[in-house]
C-alpha cells in the first residue's frame, strides 16, 4: 500500500501544508510587520519592514496591554489546567469501573453518558447560567472550570474506558489474589499502565478548555475570569486599526495549544482514535 | 466481563512487575481483608459516583430545566413565568430573526459537511499513503487547526479577508485577477467563508477519523482488487469509499455538530450581522438583549434538537454495518 513519493503525492502534500499553516504564517507576519509597513496597499508576504514592538507591547510588564495579556493567560491555565485535572481523575475511575465491572444499572449509565457526549452545550447553558447567578458565582472560576469539565467528561471518560479495557486483566487479578484492595490495584498497578492514556485525555481536556469561548463569555463580565479567547475578541474590538497587534496577540493566544500538540502528538492522535474509534 | 470470572482466569500470576514498581504482598493482604467485602457492591459505584454528579448536575438535570424553561413564560421583565405549552416555540419559530438565523445555520452546516469531505478525505487518503515516520511529522502538522482556538482562528482569517492588506486581496492583487479590493465580508460571500474557517477547524478530527478508518480495510481486499486488475480510481470508487462509510459518517456528525454550535468564529469575523447570524447567537441576544430566558432555551432546544436529527439522519443514511 505505502507507495513512494510521486509528484501528484508532493504536490498535494505542500497544498495541505498550505491549507494548514498560511493562516497562521499569515498572522505572524502581519505581527512582524511595523505598523507603517501595514499601510501599504498591498501587503509583503514577509515581516518588511520588520518589528518586534508588538510583542513588547504585549509581553514587556507594565503597560496595559502586557497587564491584561497576562491576567488573560493566567486565567486560561487556571481554566484549562482545572479543568484538565479535575476530568483526568474523575474519568479514570469512572472509566476503570466502566471497563472491569459489570454492576446493576452499570450499561444504563454508560449508555447515559455516551448520549451526553452529543448534547450540545446550549442545551444546558441557561439554567446553568441562572444558578450561577442566583448562587452569586458569576465572574469567578468555579463555574467556568465545572462546565469546561461537564462538556469533556463524556469523551474522557469513554477514552479511559476502551483503554483500561484493552489492558489484560491478568496483572489485576493477581494482585487481587495477593490481597490489594481495588484503589491500591488502580493506583498503583493499572495507573502506570494507563500513563498514556492519562496523557491523552488529558491533553484533550485540555486543549477544548483552552479553546472554550462561549461559557467563559457566558460567565464573564470582568476580565477577572476572561481567558485569552476572551481576550483576543475584546482587543481586536478595542484596538481596531491596530492589526499588527492583534495580530501578535493572536499568535501568543494560540502558542500554547500549538506546542502541546507538536510536543505530545503521539498521546493526543492515539487519545483522539480510542475516542473516535468504534 | 464478571470480575470471579477475571479472577478465575489468572493462569500463571504474571510474576515480576509489569511496569509499576510497587511490590505486593502479603501485608498488604491482611490490611485490605476488610475491605474486600466492599468490593462487588459498593466500589462500582463508588467509583462513578463523580461522573454521575458531574453528569447528573450539570447536563441532565439542567437539560430538563431547560425542557421545563421553554414551556414557561420565561420572561425577566415580568414576574408571571405560568406554563404556556409550545408557545415559546412557535414564537421564537414564527420570528422572523430566528428563521434568519436557523436557515444561516443550515447553510453553515451544508458547506461545513461538504468542505469536511472534500478537503479531510482527500488528506486521509493522502496520510495513509505516506510512511510511518513521514505520516507523523504530517498528521502532526494537519492537527494543528483543531487546536487553535475558535476566537483566534476568526481572528487569523480576519487577517486574510481584511479589504486592504489582506492576504486574499494582496495576493489576487499581485498575480492581476483583480484590480480593486474586494470586501469579502458582506453580502452573501460572508457565510461562505465564515464557513471556511470551521472547515478548517474540523477538518483536523475528520481527516484523523477517516485515516482510522482506512487502516481498519484488511490489505488483503486491495490485495484482490488489484489480482483483478482494478485500475486505482476503481479501487477507490468500489472498495476504499464504500468501506470507509462508518468512519465518513462519524466524521459528517463530528463537523455537523460543530456547525449548529457555531459561534466564535462569527463573533470575532461579521458580529452579529444578519447575513451570517447562528442560532447560538440568536440564543444569546434573546437571553441578554431580548432578556427572554424562555425564548432563549427554546431556541437552544431546537438547536438540540436539530443536532440530533441530523446525527440521526446522517447515521443512518451513510454508516452501514460492514462485514469482512
Wanted: glycine share 8%; hydrophobic share 55%; charged share 10%.
Amino acid at each position: 500500500m505505502r507507495s513512494r513519493l510521486t509528484p501528484l503525492r508532493l504536490g498535494f502534500g505542500l497544498l495541505v501544508l498550505l491549507w494548514c499553516l498560511v493562516p497562521i504564517y499569515w498572522a505572524l507576519n502581519v505581527s512582524l510587520t511595523t505598523p507603517v509597513g501595514l499601510l501599504n496597499a498591498t501587503a509583503s508576504f514577509i515581516p518588511h519592514p520588520f518589528t518586534a514592538s508588538q510583542y513588547t507591547q504585549m509581553l514587556h510588564p507594565g503597560t496595559a496591554n502586557s497587564t491584561a495579556f497576562y491576567l488573560a493567560l493566567r486565567n486560561s491555565v487556571i481554566e484549562a489546567g482545572g479543568a484538565m485535572i479535575i476530568t483526568v481523575v474523575v474519568a479514570l475511575f469512572g472509566g476503570y469501573a466502566f471497563a472491569r465491572w459489570r454492576f446493576a444499572g452499570s450499561r444504563t449509565l454508560f449508555l447515559t453518558v455516551v448520549a451526553t457526549l452529543s448534547l450540545p452545550l446550549l442545551a444546558v447553558l441557561i439554567p446553568l447560567y441562572r444558578w450561577a447567578a442566583d448562587l452569586g458565582i458569576l465572574d469567578t472560576f468555579t463555574p467556568i472550570i465545572l462546565l469546561a469539565v461537564a462538556a469533556s467528561l463524556p469523551l474522557a471518560v469513554w477514552i479511559m474506558r476502551s483503554f483500561v479495557a484493552a489492558l489484560p486483566p491478568d496483572i489485576e487479578a493477581a494482585a487481587r489474589i495477593d490481597g490489594a484492595g481495588e484503589v491500591r490495584i488502580l493506583c498503583h498497578i493499572v495507573l502506570p499502565l494507563l500513563r498514556p492514556a492519562v496523557a491523552a485525555v488529558g491533553i484533550i481536556v485540555f486543549l477544548t478548555s483552552w479553546s472554550a469561548f462561549l461559557v467563559p463569555v457566558f460567565f464573564t463580565q470582568t476580565s477577572k475570569t476572561q481567558p485569552l479567547t476572551v481576550f483576543v475578541p475584546n482587543l481586536v474590538a478595542k484596538t481596531s486599526q491596530n492589526i499588527g497587534l492583534q495580530a501578535a496577540a493572536a499568535c501568543l493566544a494560540m502558542l500554547v495549544p500549538i506546542v502541546v500538540v507538536v510536543l505530545l502528538h503521539r498521546f493526543l492522535v492515539s487519545g483522539l482514535l480510542r475516542g473516535a474509534g468504534k | 466481563m464478571d470480575r470471579s470470572v477475571l479472577t478465575q482466569s489468572l493462569g500463571d500470576p504474571v510474576g515480576g512487575d509489569p511496569g509499576g514498581d510497587e511490590p505486593v504482598g502479603g501485608r498488604a493482604l491482611l490490611r485490605r481483608i476488610g475491605r474486600r467485602g466492599l468490593q462487588p457492591r459498593f466500589l462500582p459505584y463508588l467509583f462513578v459516583a463523580a461522573t454521575v454528579v458531574v453528569l447528573a448536575g450539570l447536563s441532565l438535570i439542567p437539560l430538563a430545566y431547560s425542557i421545563s424553561g421553554s414551556l414557561h413564560r420565561g420572561s425577566l421583565l415580568s414576574t408571571d413565568h405560568s406554563f404556556i405549552g409550545l408557545h415559546n416555540y412557535i414564537a421564537v419559530l414564527t420570528d422572523p430573526d430566528f428563521q434568519t438565523a436557523f436557515k444561516n445555520t443550515l447553510a453553515y452546516l451544508v458547506y461545513t459537511d461538504i468542505g469536511v469531505l472534500l478537503v479531510g478525505l482527500p488528506i486521509a487518503l493522502w496520510l495513509r499513503g505516506l510512511k510511518r515516520r513521514r505520516r507523523a511529522v504530517m498528521l502532526t502538522i494537519v492537527l494543528i487547526p483543531w487546536a487553535v482556538p475558535g476566537t483566534v482562528n476568526g481572528e487569523l482569517w480576519s487577517l486574510i479577508f481584511k479589504p486592504t492588506n489582506g492576504l486574499l486581496n494582496s495576493f489576487l492583487l499581485k498575480v492581476h485577477i483583480i484590480h480593486s479590493n474586494i470586501v469579502w465580508l458582506e453580502g452573501a460571500k460572508a457565510l461562505p467563508l465564515v464557513s471556511l474557517t470551521l472547515i478548517w477547524q474540523t477538518v483536523p478530527i475528520a481527516a484523523l477519523i477517516m485515516l482510522a478508518g482506512l487502516e481498519y480495510i484488511p490489505g488483503e481486499i486491495y490485495e484482490q482488487a488489484r489480482i483483478d486488475g482494478a485500475s486505482r480510481l476503481r479501487t477507490l470508487r468500489r472498495v476504499t469509499l464504500p468501506l470507509l462509510r462508518p468512519a465518513t459518517a462519524i466524521s459528517l456528525v463530528v463537523a455537523s455538530i460543530s456547525a449548529i454550535g457555531i459561534y466564535d468564529q462569527i463573533y470575532v469575523l461579521t458580529g452579529n450581522a444578519q447575513n451570517t447570524i447562528s442560532i447560538v447567537q440568536q440564543t444569546y441576544l434573546y437571553a441578554f438583549k431580548v432578556l427572554d430566558f424562555g425564548y432563549a432555551v427554546s431556541a437552544a432546544m431546537i438547536g438540540t434538537i436539530a443536532s440530533v436529527i441530523v446525527s440521526l439522519v446522517v447515521l443512518k443514511f451513510i454508516y452501514r454495518e460492514i462485514a469482512f
